[in-house]
């Protein structure tokens, strides 16, 4: 079946500096892919996604590049805040069956000021 | 942006017991879904659900499980009788359409004893 992998956390960083969480994915199919945020106490939400290859999307100063060839989703960031501090999930949507999100493990992003 | 409501926020009950968890989804959404995770690990689908009936269920979804939405009233997930291994964090979310982006609710922690 589809699934997902990212970088495994935590990572550490200080404000100011750049992000990169890498997310790869498995599929035969050729899926929307998803990066959610998740904050303590709250369910995912989502950052952004995107339905096609070679696009790129982008929200709050984070971005990632479908890249199909590769197979990849990669999250960057060029300055990470303190506030950017959370849990991001790269996931894919999986058109078989009555459609359903696949998610990574999870990479958790601790900010320090 | 568009909420989902979980009741409760956490229940612990012993092995054998019947628990129901409960969604409200964004009022809109016609696509419902349940995703467990356990501590430490994925996020993984259960079962998604549209107009009265389960169109997708996963292995994880077992004969113990089962899913309702009585006359547009909450969205429920019903398990019968527990057992340790359903320990974990549920969360419900809805779509308006099939493909469309998912909205999930802040889960609801469940400990079976």
């Known amino acids: 079946g589809d699934s997902v992998t990212q970088t495994e956390g935590p990572v550490t960083l200080s404000e100011g500096t750049s992000l990169t969480v890498n997310c790869s994915y498995e599929?035969?199919?050729?899926?929307?892919l998803f990066w959610y945020v998740q904050y303590p106490g709250e369910g995912p939400q989502l950052l952004f996604k995107?339905?096609?290859?070679?696009e790129k999307g982008s929200n709050r100063g984070f971005e990632a590049t479908y890249n199909k060839e590769a197979t990849s989703f990669h999250l960057q960031k060029a300055s990470v805040q303190e506030s950017d501090s959370a849990v991001y999930y790269c996931?894919?949507?999986?058109?078989?069956?009555?459609?359903?999100?696949?998610f990574g493990s999870g990479t958790r992003l601790l900010v320090s000021p | 942006g568009p909420k989902v409501l979980q009741i409760p926020s956490h229940q612990i009950i012993d092995m054998g017991q019947m628990v129901t968890l409960n969604c409200d989804p964004v009022?809109?959404?016609?696509?419902f879904y349940w995703y467990k995770q356990i501590l430490g690990q994925q996020m993984e689908f259960l079962v998604n659900?549209?107009?009265?009936?389960?169109?997708?269920k996963s292995k994880l979804f077992k004969d113990q499980f089962s899913v309702e939405r009585p006359d547009g009233s909450y969205f429920t997930l019903k398990i019968q009788p527990t057992a340790l291994e359903d320990s974990a964090v549920y969360f419900c979310?809805?779509?308006?359409?099939?493909?469309?982006?998912?909205?999930f609710g802040p889960g609801t922690r469940l400990l079976v004893l």
């Open positions: 659900f549209y107009n009265g009936k389960v169109m997708e």
């Open positions: 995107v339905p096609k290859a070679n």
């Open positions: 979310a809805s779509s308006r359409d099939r493909q469309d982006t998912q909205y």
């Open positions: 599929t035969k199919q050729y899926p929307t």
């Open positions: 996931a894919l949507g999986d058109e078989t069956g009555g459609y359903k999100v696949v």
């Open positions: 009022s809109n959404h016609l696509y």
